[in-house]
C-alpha cells in the first residue's frame, strides 16, 4: 500500500531565511507527487506536481520541490520565506503502478515570524 | 478555490438526521471527488466520480452516500448510520481520473453534529 510520511507536526522560519517542509513517500511502482497548502477555514491550493522528468520541480508563489528516488523523498522549498507563506501544507502520493487513489499526509504548520 | 463551489460554509445538525452537502463546479472536470479532514489525520477519501453516473466508495464511505447526475454536481449526504459525522468536508475536481491530474478543491463545509 502507498503511503506518505510528513516527518515535522510544525516548522517554525524567519521572514527571509529559506525553508524546507519534509515529505517521504512509500510506493510499489513509480511515484506521481504532489504538494498543496490550505489556509485556515479554507480548501487546498495546488502548489506543484511531479510526474518524471527533471528532480527539481518549480510551482506556485516561489515553491520548489526536489525529487529524491534514492531517498524517496519530495521535500518542499522556498529560498526566502514570507510571512505570508504561514499555512498548512499538504503532500500527497499516487503509485503509477496500480493507478491507486491519491494519499494524503498528515500536514505540517509552516509558521513564518518576522 | 476558484470553480468550485461548496455550500454551506458552516452547518449544523442534530444527532440522527441526514444532511446534504452540496458540491458544484464550473471546470468542466469530469471527475470529482470527496475528503473529509479531521485535526492531525490528513485527509481521507469518501466517495469519488470518474464520470457522471457512476461513482466508487473511497477509503471511509461508510455512513456517507453520493449521486452524480449532472457533470457539474456532486452532493454528499451524511447520514444517521455515520458515527462520527463532525469534520471539514472538502469537494474537489480534475479534469479525468488519470495519475497525472492534479485536484482542484472548493472551500469546504464544516458540519457540527450534536
Known amino acids: 500500500a502507498q503511503s506518505v510520511a510528513q516527518p515535522e507536526d510544525q516548522v517554525n522560519v524567519a521572514e527571509g531565511n529559506p525553508l524546507t517542509v519534509k515529505c517521504t513517500y512509500s510506493v510499489s511502482g513509480n511515484p506521481y507527487l504532489f504538494w498543496y497548502v490550505q489556509y485556515p477555514n479554507r480548501g487546498l491550493q495546488f502548489l506543484l506536481k511531479y510526474i518524471t522528468g527533471d528532480n527539481l520541480v518549480k510551482g506556485s508563489y516561489g515553491f520548489e520541490a526536489e525529487f529524491n528516488k534514492s531517498q524517496t523523498s519530495f521535500h518542499l522549498k522556498k529560498p526566502s520565506a514570507l510571512v505570508s507563506d504561514s499555512a498548512l501544507y499538504f503532500c500527497?502520493?499516487?503509485?503509477?503502478?496500480?493507478?491507486?487513489?491519491?494519499?494524503f499526509g498528515t500536514g505540517t504548520r509552516l509558521q513564518v515570524t518576522l | 478555490d476558484g470553480g468550485i463551489t461548496q455550500s454551506p460554509k458552516y452547518l449544523f445538525r442534530k444527532e440522527g438526521q441526514n444532511v446534504t452537502l452540496s458540491c458544484e463546479q464550473n471546470?468542466?472536470?469530469?471527475?470529482m471527488y470527496w475528503y473529509r479532514q479531521d485535526p492531525g489525520q490528513g485527509l481521507r477519501l469518501i466517495y469519488y466520480s470518474q464520470i457522471v453516473n457512476d461513482f466508487q466508495k473511497g477509503d471511509i464511505a461508510e455512513g456517507y452516500s453520493v449521486s452524480r447526475e449532472k457533470k457539474e454536481s456532486f452532493p454528499l449526504t451524511v447520514t444517521s448510520a455515520q458515527k462520527n459525522p463532525t469534520a471539514f468536508y472538502l469537494c474537489?475536481?480534475?479534469?479525468?481520473?488519470?495519475?497525472?491530474?492534479?485536484?482542484?478543491f472548493g472551500p469546504g463545509t464544516r458540519l457540527t453534529v450534536t
Open positions: 500527497a502520493v499516487r503509485d503509477a503502478g496500480t493507478a491507486s487513489k491519491l494519499t
Open positions: 474537489a475536481s480534475s479534469i479525468g481520473a488519470a495519475i497525472s491530474y492534479e485536484q482542484y
Open positions: 471546470l468542466n472536470h469530469d471527475a
